[in-house]
């Protein structure tokens, strides 16, 4: 792919994710992203086949940014507890997040789907934030600075209490506050006290 066309294929994606924040999933078509692209349906169509290829193509690019972001701040002095501290502050930009969130988007999609746990791309994910988790955790244990029992288990709630504030804030709504008590039972949770 040459690089006006990586461009305007990120131009589409870029567009198209401001409309799936605005709408929702179910409620945008390919119109709506051609409309809001200013390009022509043979134009989007170059580049994608459904709303739902596009969606797809979001989430997996934001992904690896967030990767990115997130791994671009860690140092190799930093401690278990610093990298932890860093992946719970960015769970609390995104739980705040109160414009261009794709929550709902996500999951209208998903609630839409029949997915197997294989090809389920929210599972997948969550699985993974799981095993990042457990391993910081191990770490923290064999360094002292954690106490835990069942890593695995705590890894585990701290992705489900992540997904229960996700869902708060698009229903009725999550303060700064409330997201930092939450986040701050999590590190006494596994914190040692010195």
Do not use: W
């Not at 792919?1 to 870029?14: N, P, R």
């Not at 992904?63 to 719970?88: K, M, R």
């Amino acid at each position: 792919m040459g690089e006006k066309s990586t461009q305007k294929k990120q131009h589409i994606l870029d567009t198209a994710r401001k409309v799936f924040a605005e709408k929702g999933f179910k409620n945008v078509t390919m119109k709506d992203i051609v409309e809001a692209c200013e390009i022509s349906r043979g134009g989007l169509y170059l580049y994608f086949d459904s709303t739902e290829q596009i969606l797809l193509e979001i989430l997996k690019m934001e992904a690896q940014e967030t990767d990115d972001v997130f791994t671009g701040h860690i140092s190799e002095d930093d401690t278990a507890a610093d990298i932890l501290t860093l992946f719970l502050k960015e769970q609390k930009k995104e739980l705040l997040q109160k414009k261009n969130s794709l929550t709902v988007a996500v999951y209208e999609y998903f609630f839409a789907q029949e997915l197997t746990d294989k090809n389920n791309m929210l599972r997948k994910q969550f699985d993974a934030g799981v095993r990042v988790l457990e391993k910081l955790i191990e770490a923290g244990i064999a360094s002292g600075e954690f106490y835990c029992e069942d890593p695995k288990g705590a890894a585990t709630n701290i992705m489900y209490v992540l997904e229960g504030m996700k869902i708060n804030a698009q229903t009725f709504g999550i303060t700064e506050k409330m997201v930092d008590t939450q986040l701050l039972y999590i590190m006494q949770g596994l914190v040692v006290d010195v």
